[in-house]
């Protein structure tokens, strides 16, 4: 009670009475400061600086029209249904203050009412990092043009498996650099791709992502995983950075430095992935003809055990419209965890939940992401609009919702672990039904005991049909030894035993 008294008080006092001048100093500087200043300074991502009067009563007019359209601060995600951490947005009032201040003539007023701005620490924000390593070779970025997307492969050569609190990126030249996705990759595929082309990097997504350690967007400081909650970073794991460039009008040479952080032990619980649809909607046959403009891709996952979703993120290239993830929990109450109603493919941002949520075991996610294939759509890349199909390419499109959480009982995980694999199963929805009309998943026990030549109840290499064996192994080989072993082998089954019921969950 107390407090609520004490913030409305806080807000009579800092909101100028009907009638009272606006003035930049006492009213709009606290607004920039504590909303704008993270990108908008020297050095940073935003194009320019907004840090004083002269710079701000400059642009004053493109401000309050950007920060009415609710353009600026960039965020994308519905605060008002879903809680959560570090939310860029300004209240109505703020909204309104600023549009009275440029309409009354944009007045400087005192400095002495200015508050101080922030202070940002140069260097690791996070301090010392454990392992600091850098991009062999700087990338150029030139002036003008279209936006990049490269991936760099940082070999990180570590002789046993570490566990990751945080990682904090520190690009050479912040204001061309959007953001940036750090993946590992355990196959060695991205080292052989680095520079083919004849510069550092390599563009496209054709590497197999065996993990994930979060990314960078600007404006956002690093974080440390609570708790005692780590990622996994196993031994002999290139780190790949998936870097997307935003021209600046000059021309930038990038060579980002990343700082590590580890924990000092395995975490207790253990984080799970589950992203629905999986493998980013490839097995959901997304095919939008020209000008369909409201094209829908749902998919569910029923997750097994009691869960704390700590973050939900979304992926998904230009024409995608909305994204939404609910979660419809077994007493039949239903929770929004993601809902952006205006999809950024610029602005992919991890929102991380304002206190864990708790998912009991039964919940079914549901996310639902809409498409605008029209000539409506401004962000369509294609004039006159063109079908547009599942693919890696951006002017392809994907679609998927990632929740990241953790099983409330460790020992949970398993569990939680397999029934997101049998959800990859969706991926080959299409090989599921081929392989159900020539009724191969009945036979199956028959036909894996006649491949196992030599009975030991795993697959070798060789003891695959030549022509499944890359892909067999690349999707289900997860300890990477060459063969399917009983587990693995019992991940295929349940994945096909999946598609012969057809159920979702
Ligand atoms: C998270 C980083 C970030 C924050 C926070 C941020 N901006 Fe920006 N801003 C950018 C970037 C990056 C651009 C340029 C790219 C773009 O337009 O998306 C930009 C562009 C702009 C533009 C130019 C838009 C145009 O149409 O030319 C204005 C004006 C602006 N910001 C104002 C603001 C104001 C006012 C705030 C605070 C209320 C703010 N920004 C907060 C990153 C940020």
Known sequence: MKTVTFSLLLCLFSFPVYGEEVTYHRDIAPIIHANCMSCHRPGESAPFPLTNYDEVSRKAKTIARVVDDRYMPPWHANHEV???????????????????WVDEGKAEGDPADSPEPPIYTEGWQLGQPDMIVKMALP????????????????????DEDKWVKAIELRPSARSVVHHSLYFLDDSGTARKLDGQDGKPGFRGMSFRKSGSLGGYVPGVSAKKLPGDLARPLPKGSDLVLSTHFHPSGKAEVEQTTVGIYFADKAPSRQLQEVQVPPGFGRGMGIDIPAGESNYVVEDSFKIPVDVEAISVSGHAHYICETMRMTAKLPDGTEKILLDIPDWDLDWQDT??????????????VTSVITYDNSSANPDNPHTPPQRIKWGRESTDEMGSITLIGVPVEADDYTSLNRSTKVQKAKIFA????????????????????????????????????????????????????????????????????????????
């Open 82 to 100: 879903t809680a959560f951490q570090d939310v860029r947005r300004l209240s109505d009032d703020e909204v309104a203050l600023i549009s009275r």
């Open 139 to 158: 990338y150029e970025v030139p002036a003008d043009g279209p936006d990049i997307y490269r991936n760099f492969v940082i070999p990180l050569d570590l």
């Open 351 to 364: 929102y991380y939940f304002a206190t864990p949520t708790f998912l009991p075991a039964g919940t079914v």
């Open 430 to 505: 299409q090989l599921g039904k081929e392989l159900k009309d020539t009724r191969v998943l009945d036979r199956l026990p028959v036909i894996i005991r006649a491949l196992d030549k030599n009975q030991d109840g795993s697959l070798q290499e060789q003891e695959l049909p030549a022509r499944l064996r890359g892909a067999l192994l690349l999707r289900l080989d997860e300890d990477g030894n060459k063969m399917l072993d009983p587990s693995e082998i019992q991940t295929l089954k349940d994945w096909l035993e999946s598609m012969k019921s057809g159920s979702n969950a």
